[in-house]
């Protein structure tokens, strides 16, 4: 038996965080409960009764939506968006519902694009040989990530994503920041360029950051040319392929930050945007 499988199939007092659900919701549906008699508030008891069922549910019946696997393929936002869930049913009990909302969209957008962007990608490059069209297939799956809905998302929600480890979540990902790019981090455009795992991670990541240019402070997009510039000096497709294209482009567009240092302004240490 694998550890995942046995982690899975564990007591409901040996995963805390569906024992935390599992409590909290009850905790509501009483807390509710009395409220009913007690209180003249019918809607907000009603409420808090309804957010407890949810999140007790939730504890009972996590694990069913714990996980999304695809050609053997192990998609790790299931914890993000387990903690959305519950932070959304919490928030929903005590009436801040436009929080409750933001959170379950976020949480219903990460467990959409897991299972229809991120494994799709991982099974085109495991199952279609390298060329133009595996390319455009992967074009298109690319494309339906810049179709999701960033609003709900921080630049640490999509870093999260990118850490996750798996291609397909490095590539979801950049597209989210190609979408919006004020979710874009150094961290993760530099991972990207630099420490690609293919050639098509790498277009995307310079496009993403060149997207992100905008948003970025005068400070990162220094440090992001200078990564640029040592990705040009190697070998990084030929002289005209569309990779170096995107990346004279950057180092177009952050000449005055390189200049802003020729003048003596030294670079701070990078800015904490988590």
Same mark, same amino acid.
């Given at each position: 038996?694998?550890?995942?499988?046995?982690?899975?199939?564990?007591?409901?007092?040996?995963?805390?965080?569906?024992?935390?659900?599992?409590?909290?919701?009850?905790?509501? !549906? !009483?807390?509710?409960? !009395?409220?009913? &008699? %007690?209180?003249?508030?019918?809607?907000?008891?009603?409420?808090? %009764?309804?957010?407890?069922?949810?999140?007790?549910?939730? @504890?009972?019946?996590?694990?069913?939506?714990?996980?999304?696997?695809?050609?053997?393929?192990?998609?790790?936002?299931?914890?993000?968006?387990?903690?959305? &869930?519950?932070?959304?049913?919490?928030?929903?009990?005590?009436?801040?519902?436009?929080?409750?909302?933001?959170?379950?969209?976020?949480?219903?957008?990460?467990?959409?694009?897991?299972?229809?962007?991120? +494994?799709?990608?991982?099974?085109?490059?495991?199952?279609?040989? $390298?060329?133009?069209?595996?390319?455009?297939?992967?074009?298109? %799956?690319?494309?339906?990530?810049?179709?999701?809905?960033?609003?709900?998302?921080?630049?640490?929600?999509?870093?999260?994503?990118?850490?996750?480890?798996?291609?397909?979540?490095?590539?979801?990902?950049?597209?989210?920041?190609?979408?919006?790019?004020?979710?874009?981090?150094?961290? !993760?455009?530099?991972?990207?360029? %630099?420490?690609?795992?293919?050639? &098509?991670?790498?277009?995307?990541?310079?496009?993403?950051?060149?997207?992100?240019?905008?948003?970025?402070?005068?400070?990162?997009?220094?440090?992001?040319?200078?990564?640029?510039?040592?990705?040009?000096? @190697?070998?990084?497709?030929?002289? $005209?392929?569309?990779?170096?294209?995107?990346?004279?482009?950057?180092?177009?567009? +952050?000449?005055?930050?390189?200049?802003?240092?020729?003048?003596?302004?030294?670079?701070?240490?990078?800015?904490?945007?988590?």
């Amino acid at each position: 038996m694998s550890e995942e499988s046995t982690a899975r199939d564990a007591p409901l007092w040996r995963r805390p965080y569906l024992l935390a659900a599992l409590v909290f919701g009850l905790g509501c !549906v !009483v807390a509710g409960g !009395v409220a009913v &008699f %007690v209180t003249d508030n019918e809607l907000g008891s009603a409420s808090l %009764v309804a957010a407890g069922v949810a999140v007790a549910g939730f @504890g009972v019946f996590g694990d069913r939506v714990r996980s999304v696997e695809a050609g053997g393929v192990k998609l790790g936002l299931e914890q993000r968006a387990e903690q959305d &869930f519950v932070a959304a049913a919490q928030a929903r009990a005590t009436g801040d519902v436009e929080r409750a909302a933001r959170l379950e969209r976020r949480a219903a957008m990460l467990r959409t694009t897991a299972a229809a962007v991120g +494994t799709r990608y991982e099974h085109l490059r495991a199952s279609q040989p $390298s060329g133009w069209d595996r390319t455009k297939q992967l074009e298109a %799956v690319m494309q339906s990530a810049r179709d999701m809905d960033t609003s709900a998302l921080s630049p640490a929600d999509v870093e999260d994503v990118f850490d996750t480890g798996g291609e397909g979540n490095r590539v979801v990902a950049l597209a989210l920041i190609e979408r919006d790019p004020r979710l874009a981090t150094l961290e !993760v455009l530099k991972q990207a360029t %630099v420490h690609s795992r293919s050639s &098509f991670e790498q277009y995307h990541g310079l496009s993403a950051a060149e997207a992100a240019l905008p948003f970025l402070s005068p400070d990162d997009r220094l440090r992001l040319r200078r990564a640029v510039e040592a990705l040009l000096i @190697g070998p990084l497709g030929d002289s $005209s392929s569309d990779r170096r294209t995107v990346a004279r482009r950057i180092l177009d567009a +952050t000449r005055a930050d390189e200049e802003r240092v020729g003048d003596g302004v030294v670079p701070g240490p990078p800015e904490d945007r988590g």
